[in-house]
């Protein structure tokens, strides 16, 4: 599942996740599950027809990620794994942050943390130049949907639906969107 609030120049890009790091840190070896929220550039395209044609629209680089991961071995809703990636290097994010806060009250955490999206784009060294007033304003006016679609999430991670490793006797495997 793949959610996209877009705004002048920046999105929020929040979707489930199954996930094996092929060289964890001590003690996070195994699959994990949950959600992963990204702060990306958009780029608006040119038009491909009149002037009433859709325009195309890329969701590009990420500039800050929040991952709201726990062992598929623990209990759903542990969040044990759950961490932040407070810069990202181009398309890749710098390390895993742990934060008390944030795994004991997750949904706290990123609703304060995209309240002050300013302070969060500061800390990931992202240039102002790239993020409008409107961004801003849009943000913190649509982050209380924003935090109901990760809750809508997180609920599908908890019944199983959701978070679920590809099939491997599916002919088709199953879209990772982050």
């Known amino acids: 599942m793949l959610y996209l609030f877009g705004f002048e120049r920046i999105g929020v890009v929040v979707s489930d996740i199954y996930f094996v790091d092929p060289q964890p840190l ?47 071995t623990s209990e759903p809703g542990s969040f044990d794994r ?58 913190r006016e649509r982050t209380p949907e924003i935090i109901e679609a990760v809750e809508r999430l997180l609920d599908g991670i908890r019944t199983g639906r959701l978070g679920t490793p590809p099939d491997p006797n599916a002919t088709s495997v199953r879209a990772s969107w982050l």
């Open 26 to 72: 001590d003690g996070q070896e195994g699959a994990e599950r949950g959600v992963r929220l990204e702060l990306r550039t958009l780029e608006p395209g040119e038009l491909k027809g009149s002037i009433y044609s859709a325009r195309p629209i890329t969701v590009d680089r990420p500039i800050w990620r929040i991952d709201l991961l726990e062992a598929v």
């Open 82 to 139: 759950t961490h932040h990636h407070p810069g990202v290097e181009g398309w890749e994010p710098g390390p895993r942050v742990f934060d008390r806060k944030l795994s004991a009250e997750p949904l706290k955490w990123l609703g304060e943390r995209l309240a002050d999206v300013e302070s969060v784009l500061k800390q990931a060294g992202a240039n102002p130049d790239e993020v409008t007033p409107e961004d801003v304003a849009g943000l």
